[in-house]
């Protein structure tokens, strides 16, 4: 028996099933607290060991949630699907208010998420939400977020995106205002974990449809794709999400994977479709594989004399120096844009200036 094995059969801690998973420690304890949906037993000295049913349980939160469902809803799903019956749904004995912020901190961007304090303005109060230094958005953002208010959230968002651009909208009032949700719920005793969601969700939503309300682009004719991955077991994706975004407002033709994808399935697609890159998203370091890019970045495709391999670009901040390792690194949205638009030379180059 492997020394995983053994780990697994004795039950894993807290921190081994939130590196698994992609969320921090702290979420999970709020899920327990607020869901039952919590390990079912304690090692002798008293620490919280999580079996693999109680392991599959919060992996099903976590993909409904990503889904979109609701997260009282997802919980009692997930513990009718794979818990024991008699866990209670915590929420139903008002253990946590319904009206207040938020679960992990908000995903870092690609590959580096820092608001820049140019064309900052302070947010004022109201939202209840510690903003700071921000675009003026923001504050009617967080206010539409803590009062979970979907339509409002979809107009501000889309408004953003619209007046912006997407990178501007993505740095500068989609990010702050998660960063503001994230601090308001480590410090309010893990409440407001349907604000973030709803939150997410929803600027998800908005980098789907903002297309609809951006210029066309000008495409790049009959130009290979970039491919964007999470790496396999990361399960954050909402980062390469804005890039996929980003990236088609300047006509680079994309192939989004999303979050979590399987080793042999990364490998047939950049076979199937002869990317001119990849970018491979890592949001803790225990996704962030340097093996595997390195295998992306040896595979080849086409005629003998003229054979093609894909650049590699590693993004995300679970990617650290020794993960990376040779492979080129973006400072920020923006950068991994310029970055990729270049591949198709000047013509492709030439729609990289940003907005706002």
């Known amino acids: 028996m492997s020394d995983l094995d053994v780990t697994e059969a004795a039950g894993l801690t807290t921190g081994?099933?939130?590196?698994?998973l992609?969320?921090?420690p702290t979420t999970l304890r709020s899920w327990d607290r607020r869901y039952g949906l919590g390990?079912?037993?304690?090692?002798?000295?008293?620490?919280?060991r999580w079996s693999p049913r109680d392991v599959a349980m919060v992996e099903e939160m976590c993909r409904l949630?990503?889904?979109?469902?609701?997260?009282a809803e997802a919980a009692r799903v997930a513990r009718a699907t794979h818990g024991d019956g008699a866990r209670p749904d915590r929420t139903a004995?008002?253990?946590?208010?319904?009206?207040?912020?938020?679960?992990?901190?908000?995903?870092?961007?690609?590959?580096a998420v820092r608001a820049p304090a140019t064309a900052a303005?302070?947010?004022?109060?109201g939202s209840g939400l510690p903003l700071g230094d921000v675009r003026q958005?923001?504050?009617?953002?967080?206010?539409a977020a803590v009062r979970l208010d979907a339509p409002e959230l979809e107009s501000r968002l889309l408004d953003a995106v619209r007046q912006h651009g997407l990178a501007t909208a993505w740095e500068e009032v989609m990010v702050p205002t998660l960063r503001a949700v994230g601090r308001k719920w480590e410090s309010s005793g893990d409440r407001y974990v349907e604000v973030e969601h709803l939150l997410s969700w929803q600027i998800s939503t908005a980098l789907r449809r903002a297309p609809m309300v951006l210029p066309p682009p000008a495409q790049v004719p009959g130009a290979e794709p970039v491919v964007l991955a999470c790496a396999p077991g990361e399960q954050h994706s909402l980062p390469l999400e804005a890039l996929d975004a980003a990236l088609a407002e300047h006509g680079v033709p994309t192939r989004m994977l999303g979050a979590a994808v399987p080793v042999e399935a990364l490998l047939a697609c950049v076979r199937r479709t002869g990317p001119v890159a990849v970018v491979l998203w890592a949001q803790t370091r225990s996704t962030a594989s340097g093996p595997l890019a390195r295998h992306v970045a040896g595979l080849q495709w086409g005629p003998a004399g003229a054979r093609r391999r894909p650049l590699v670009l590693p993004a995300g901040p679970g990617w650290d120096r020794r993960a990376a390792g040779d492979f080129p690194r973006c400072a920020g949205l923006r950068d991994a844009v310029r970055t990729l638009s270049g591949l198709y030379g000047a013509e492709g180059a030439g729609r990289t200036s940003a907005r706002g």
Do not use: K
Request: proline fraction near 16%.
């Open 137 to 143: 958005e923001c504050r009617g953002l967080a206010r």
């Open 121 to 125: 303005r302070r947010g004022g109060a």
């Open 22 to 24: 992609g969320v921090s």
């Open 39 to 48: 390990p079912t037993s304690r090692s002798q000295g008293r620490h919280r």
């Open 65 to 71: 949630a990503a889904a979109g469902v609701a997260p």
């Open 93 to 111: 004995h008002g253990a946590e208010p319904a009206s207040a912020p938020v679960p992990a901190g908000p995903p870092a961007g690609p590959p």
């Open 16 to 20: 081994a099933v939130a590196r698994r």
